[in-house]
């Protein structure tokens, strides 16, 4: 399974950014799926969370400005950052858990890591 995020960039503060993560291979499922970001010197955090049946979670540094959603169609992930501030800036990148099939036929199930996106927020 790969999974490819796009959507970053430089913006304002107060502006939005869309991100998008899209999920290949032999996928049979797509369970629980996620944003991670990654600040310059600081660990990677959980940003938001969602179910196969569309239950959200967000850090609560985030809550109220982004919006987590997806597209079980397309294998897609979204995060829709509203409000954005220069604390938001970071590497973001998508999670997912997948049922697939691997080289060898056989059902595994595992997390997989998108590459990352860079979103920088600063004037």
């Known amino acids: 399974v790969q999974l490819q995020a796009s959507g970053g960039g430089l913006v304002q503060p107060g502006g939005s950014l869309r991100l998008s993560c899209v999920a290949s291979?032999?996928?049979?499922?797509?369970?629980?799926m996620a944003w991670y970001r990654q600040a310059p010197g600081k660990q990677r955090e959980l940003v938001a969370t969602?179910?196969?049946?569309?239950?959200?979670d967000y850090a609560d540094s985030v809550k109220g400005r982004f919006t987590i959603s997806r597209d079980n169609a397309k294998n897609t992930v979204y995060l829709q950052m509203n409000s954005l501030r220069p604390g938001d800036t970071a590497v973001y990148y998508c999670?997912?858990?997948?049922?697939?099939?691997?080289?060898?036929?056989?059902?595994?199930?595992?997390?997989?890591w998108g590459q990352g996106t860079q979103v920088t927020v600063s004037r």
């Open positions: 969602i179910t196969s049946g569309g239950s959200t």
């Open positions: 291979g032999n996928i049979i499922r797509i369970d629980d």
């Open positions: 999670k997912a858990n997948c049922l697939s099939y691997n080289n060898g036929g056989e059902i595994v199930a595992e997390w997989s």
